[in-house]
């Protein structure tokens, strides 16, 4: 009975298991005297980034770098993984619960406040071009890189279960975004449908508080908005002040869910993929630079921005660090840094709908013998920006982009050939998402600086 209890009920039957957890709450305190010490939070970020791999590569070491059937026999190593992944899962859980009502309430304050001389309809048309211009070029990337390293030409199928996705046309996928049914929009945490239905409030809130008869009603729910806003920031800021300790467990959970087996047979892939996440980081600087933003400025902000997103691989869990960063360290008007940032969870993702799937095209073209010319190369671009219009931005949706995309170019068949890159999903989806917040950040930032709404005095202190 008490081997059930512990075992079973606890899993915390083992020596080592219980010493990892020692370990953790010593590293735990460490980063809580860091805090009070006042060391800079990105310091404190990269530091718990380094331990949580430190965490991943011991523990693999002790259980002499199994695979994932022999890491499944080892009592204390599955104990240890089980732990890490339900730090990292309650953290993410309380991002997520953030999310919806965080979204809603800006998007209505921002509306209602809107600075007479922004236009809706170019709020609206320049963030698009920013956020879906950078994903062609991420797109394009991938297929550059792809076809340099002749990626998949050496590919033996590996048989798997992955399936390909339901693939949507073009018109459903607009209508998915069309909020016919708020309450089953927010269970879905389709980010664009309670965008627009936060944005149709705050509009004939507007409307109203031009007639007399409802000048004071308008009142009572401005106020109402303000003061949820308000408690709705301070539970951002506590939430994201315990950041740090999830990184620690979400990187070592990655590491032990995966293994260095995984990471050695997908190899290349991986490798490419990392390249773009860089070149990206690149991309996004000269965008900044060509609306004579200063990019070392940019990078060292927004660096804890891109951590976080990395260790928790998704757009949507990281948008209130995002949000709050655009506003309060680089000075973007509230109605740009709500707004793009909210629709950057789920459109022109840099990492999962641009660079991605168009290696994951050209992956697949190389392993089926098939010709890759200008116009196979223009129809990867196309399909990657039309199909980002319908990413979710939560850990995994990469895998629908790869089914939009293969589809779009005829190789819907061909999805078991990418079995062995979803078995490694986790550790490129990191690289994916630290692209998809940086995109979406350059996106506000761009468009704060075309509607004149970026105040340059915070984003060069």
């Given at each position: 009975?008490?081997?059930?209890?512990?075992?079973?009920?606890?899993?915390?039957?083992?020596?080592?298991?219980?010493?990892?957890?020692?370990?953790?709450?010593?590293?735990?305190?460490?980063?809580?005297?860091?805090?009070?010490?006042?060391?800079?939070?990105?310091?404190?970020?990269?530091?718990?980034?380094?331990?949580?791999?430190?965490?991943?590569?011991?523990?693999?070491?002790?259980?002499?770098?199994?695979?994932?059937?022999?890491?499944?026999?080892?009592?204390?190593?599955?104990?240890?993984?089980?732990?890490?992944?339900?730090?990292?899962?309650?953290?993410?859980?309380?991002?997520?619960?953030?999310?919806?009502?965080?979204?809603?309430?800006?998007?209505?304050?921002?509306?209602?406040?809107?600075?007479?001389?922004?236009?809706?309809?170019?709020?609206?048309?320049?963030?698009?071009?920013?956020?879906?211009?950078?994903?062609?070029?991420?797109?394009?990337?991938?297929?550059?890189?792809?076809?340099s390293f002749d990626l998949g030409s050496n590919f033996a199928i590996h048989e798997g279960d992955k399936q390909i996705r339901e693939i949507q046309t073009f018109s459903n996928i607009i209508l998915g975004l069309i909020p016919s049914n708020i309450i089953t929009a927010i269970n879905k945490e389709n980010i664009i449908a309670i965008v627009i239905f936060s944005f149709f409030i705050g509009i004939s809130a507007k409307k109203i508080s031009k007639k007399e008869e409802y000048e004071q009603a308008f009142k009572s729910f401005h106020n109402f908005?303000?003061?949820?806003?308000?408690?709705?920031?301070?539970?951002?800021?506590?939430?994201?002040?315990?950041?740090?300790?999830?990184?620690?467990?979400?990187?070592?959970?990655?590491?032990?869910?995966?293994?260095?087996?995984?990471?050695?047979?997908?190899?290349?892939?991986?490798?490419?993929?990392?390249?773009?996440?860089?070149?990206?980081?690149?991309?996004?600087?000269?965008?900044?630079?060509?609306?004579?933003?200063?990019?070392?400025?940019?990078?060292?902000?927004?660096?804890?921005?891109?951590?976080?997103?990395?260790?928790?691989?998704?757009?949507?869990?990281?948008?209130?660090?995002?949000?709050?960063?655009?506003?309060?360290?680089?000075?973007?008007?509230?109605?740009?840094?709500?707004?793009?940032?909210?629709?950057?969870?789920?459109?022109?993702?840099?990492?999962?709908?641009?660079?991605?799937?168009?290696?994951?095209?050209?992956?697949?073209?190389?392993?089926?013998?098939?010709?890759?010319?200008?116009?196979?190369?223009?129809?990867?671009?196309?399909?990657?920006?039309?199909?980002?219009?319908?990413?979710?931005?939560?850990?995994?949706?990469?895998?629908?982009?790869?089914?939009?995309?293969?589809?779009?170019?005829?190789?819907?068949?061909?999805?078991?050939?990418?079995?062995?890159?979803?078995?490694?999903?986790?550790?490129?989806?990191?690289?994916?998402?630290?692209?998809?917040?940086?995109?979406?950040?350059?996106?506000?930032?761009?468009?704060?600086?075309?509607?004149?709404?970026?105040?340059?005095?915070?984003?060069?202190?």
């Amino acid at each position: 009975m008490d081997k059930q209890f512990f075992q079973d009920f606890l899993m915390l039957s083992q020596a080592h298991t219980i010493a990892t957890l020692a370990m953790l709450c010593v590293v735990f305190y460490a980063l809580k005297k860091m805090r009070d010490i006042k060391i800079n939070f990105s310091l404190r970020m990269l530091f718990a980034l380094l331990m949580g791999l430190g965490f991943g590569f011991v523990l693999q070491y002790l259980a002499n770098f199994p695979d994932a059937e022999e890491a499944s026999n080892i009592l204390w190593y599955s104990e240890t993984k089980h732990w890490f992944a339900f730090v990292s899962s309650v953290f993410v859980a309380f991002i997520k619960m953030l999310v919806v009502p965080l979204v809603s309430i800006c998007i209505i304050k921002v509306i209602i406040e809107i600075d007479k001389n922004i236009k809706i309809s170019s709020l609206l048309g320049i963030s698009l071009f920013w956020i879906l211009f950078s994903t062609a070029i991420a797109a394009t990337l991938g297929i550059f890189l792809g076809y340099s390293f002749d990626l998949g030409s050496n590919f033996a199928i590996h048989e798997g279960d992955k399936q390909i996705r339901e693939i949507q046309t073009f018109s459903n996928i607009i209508l998915g975004l069309i909020p016919s049914n708020i309450i089953t929009a927010i269970n879905k945490e389709n980010i664009i449908a309670i965008v627009i239905f936060s944005f149709f409030i705050g509009i004939s809130a507007k409307k109203i508080s031009k007639k007399e008869e409802y000048e004071q009603a308008f009142k009572s729910f401005h106020n109402f908005i303000l003061t949820f806003y308000n408690i709705m920031m301070n539970m951002t800021a506590t939430v994201i002040r315990f950041m740090p300790y999830a990184v620690v467990c979400m990187m070592a959970n990655v590491l032990l869910s995966n293994g260095f087996e995984a990471i050695k047979t997908a190899g290349l892939f991986i490798m490419l993929i990392y390249i773009a996440m860089l070149i990206m980081f690149g991309v996004h600087f000269l965008l900044l630079a060509s609306q004579g933003l200063n990019p070392i400025k940019y990078a060292k902000k927004a660096f804890p921005v891109w951590l976080f997103a990395f260790s928790s691989r998704s757009s949507l869990g990281t948008l209130p660090m995002t949000t709050s960063t655009l506003q309060n360290k680089f000075g973007v008007n509230s109605a740009i840094a709500n707004f793009v940032a909210s629709i950057g969870t789920t459109t022109g993702l840099n990492g999962c709908a641009g660079y991605f799937p168009a290696l994951a095209a050209v992956f697949v073209a190389f392993a089926t013998h098939t010709h890759i010319d200008f116009t196979f190369a223009l129809m990867i671009v196309l399909v990657a920006v039309i199909g980002s219009l319908g990413i979710a931005g939560v850990p995994g949706s990469a895998t629908m982009a790869a089914s939009i995309m293969l589809a779009g170019i005829g190789f819907g068949n061909n999805f078991v050939m990418l079995s062995l890159i979803l078995a490694i999903d986790p550790i490129i989806d990191m690289a994916r998402t630290a692209s998809n917040v940086s995109g979406a950040m350059t996106s506000a930032l761009c468009t704060a600086k075309n509607l004149k709404a970026l105040d340059k005095k915070i984003y060069n202190s």
